[in-house]
């Protein structure tokens, strides 16, 4: 009878780890899942500030164009 007892109190304590490493996986996936769509943000974020870089040196005439010599050469 004891081994009975034994057994049933060993699969209760693997149950209970079960649901507690199952509430922690959801955990995990949602905590994933903010963190993915704080990335795709920022991603989208750093997109818009270089083209708006790339619109402002368009604007004011770009980076590749030679800078003028000074007056006194």
Known sequence: MSDVNDLTGRLEALEIRVAYQDQ???DLNATI????????RLKRMIQRLEDQVREAEASAGGPNLPE????HY
Not at 33 to 40: D, F, G, S, V
Not at 68 to 71: A, D, G, I, R, Y
């Open 24 to 26: 922690t996986i959801e």
């Open 33 to 40: 899942t903010a963190q993915w769509q704080e990335l795709e």
């Open 68 to 71: 003028p010599p000074p007056p």
